[in-house]
């Protein structure tokens, strides 16, 4: 990881902020999500429904927001999302939805780093 701050927010939330080389900032929020003991909770939905194999306990929630030098403001190196097979909207990439633990964070982190400097 190059160079970047983190700043807690809570026990569960954190933002992570760096630049890339096209200037862009790029700013990570990291929300540690846990099931709940509601039956249409979302991930006994995403199981039900057959996206996932199990129920996740615990998951990773990120929201990725990028502002590039002009000041606007874009969604962009998200690995948790990716365009529906029609291309009309985004969709979840639930290859991405992870277990909250130290080690899937970091590879979150690092997908998002990898795909700002690509």
């Known amino acids: 990881m190059r160079k970047f701050t983190m700043k807690r927010m809570s026990d569960t939330r954190e933002i992570l902020t760096f630049k890339n080389e096209k200037e862009e900032t790029v700013q990570v929020e990291i929300v540690r999500c846990e099931d709940c003991s509601l039956k249409n909770s979302l991930p ?4 039900k429904n057959g996206f996932i194999d199990r129920v996740l306990e615990t998951y990773w929630h990120i929201d ?3 502002i590039d030098e002009d000041g606007n403001c874009w969604i962009k ?9 029609d291309g009309k909207r985004y969709v979840i990439n639930f290859s991405w939805m992870l277990e909250a633990t130290k080690e899937n964070k970091k590879k979150l982190i690092a997908e998002v780093e990898r795909l700002a400097f690509a």
């Open 44 to 47: 006994k939905l995403w199981k």
């Open 64 to 66: 990725v927001s990028v």
């Open 77 to 85: 190196y998200n690995p948790q999302i990716k365009p529906s097979d």
